[in-house]
């Protein structure tokens, strides 16, 4: 009887061993980073951690972190369905050297980087890659983010290229001072592998690059498609906005492309084709500039005037081609 008894009491430690231990591995809905943390938490609200990367791997798929209070919570390497929401304090990636938020996730994962503060500044020789490089995933949404000062390498404030047909969402944005001599630049959308990239941009502004906004199918992908409502690109050393490449394609309705080194709106190629309307291009060297056989519908609710070179051929209400 008692050797029983001992056999149900030592039973009964090891199944509470056995939860506990499931429990202390066990990734949380929601977790916390903040300033003052440490990645050895279990970045709990009492007990955050301190960087985006200590969070993340014990943050279950589909799950929130959440910034506690200001701090830089560093470069992070995104594999899963995640929001990083710092909304309501100052969230700080600084990507010395190397690329801010890098996601490379399942073809179905959708992720939310939403108040985020991704710095590429730096001294010499540490100047960040990529503020936003996108490899992988179903949907990405960045929202209300300041993205600014990649300078280096492949030097863009956002290079969606998709290995898979995927969508990005910018809202609320500036993405501004990205880009090295006459590569990258602010938005760089360039699917491969005949992916297929829709993205829509809304509210935001892109100033200081070299490009500004840009489709480029020049990756062997299958399309890219870019809409922007309501955006500014503005003193950009290229041009505003640009379609070059195989199937691409600009929808640009109330926008504003103003004071850019290049064209306000490009494109080049084919099967590249821009529809504008509602829209202000201005003070550029050049106004609309086709190449390459290029397509552009332009209407009578643009202002497109006062730039240095020809204001370009596009005609109102109508088809213009090169």
């Not at 430690?13 to 506990?20: C, D």
């Not at 969070?55 to 560093?74: E, H, M, Q, R, Y």
């Not at 995927?166 to 990205?178: E, G, P, W, Y």
Request: aromatic share 6%.
């Amino acid at each position: 009887m008692m050797r029983m008894l001992r056999l149900f009491t030592f039973a009964g430690m090891l199944a509470v061993i056995i939860t506990q231990a499931g429990m202390a591995h066990a990734q949380a809905t929601r977790t916390w980073v903040s300033g003052v943390g440490d990645d050895a938490n279990p970045c709990s609200r009492t007990a955050p951690c301190k960087t985006f990367a200590g969070a993340i791997s014990k943050t279950a798929a589909g799950g929130v972190i959440n910034c506690l209070d200001p701090g830089g919570f560093g470069a992070v390497t995104i594999t899963k369905a995640i929001t990083l929401n710092c909304t309501a304090t100052l969230g700080s990636v600084l990507a010395s050297g190397t690329n801010g938020i890098v996601i490379n996730a399942a073809a179905t994962d959708v992720i939310t980087l939403r108040g985020l503060d991704i710095a590429g500044a730096g001294p010499p020789g540490t100047i960040g890659l990529v503020g936003v490089s996108f490899l992988n995933g179903g949907v990405l949404h960045i929202e209300n983010c300041k993205i600014y000062g990649f300078t280096s390498g492949a030097a863009s404030g956002v290079l969606f290229q998709p290995a898979a047909s995927a969508r990005l969402f910018i809202s609320d944005s500036q993405v501004s001072d990205n880009g090295t001599g006459s590569t990258g630049g602010g938005l760089v959308v360039r699917p491969v592998s005949g992916a297929f990239a829709k993205v829509t941009v809304r509210h935001s502004e892109f100033s200081g690059n070299t490009a500004g906004v840009v489709a480029d199918g020049s990756a062997g992908g299958f399309a890219a498609h870019i809409q922007a409502v309501d955006t500014v690109s503005a003193g950009n050393s290229g041009a505003g906005f640009t379609a070059t490449g195989t199937n691409t394609s600009l929808f640009l309705d109330r926008v504003s492309s103003v004071n850019n080194g290049a064209a306000g709106v490009l494109v080049n190629g084919s099967t590249a084709h821009a529809l504008i309307t509602n829209s202000t291009i201005s003070d550029n060297a050049l106004g609309v500039s086709l190449t390459g056989g290029a397509t552009a519908y332009t209407y009578a609710t643009n202002q497109i005037n006062g730039n240095a070179g020809s204001d370009g051929t596009p005609l109102p209400n109508g088809l213009s081609q090169e």
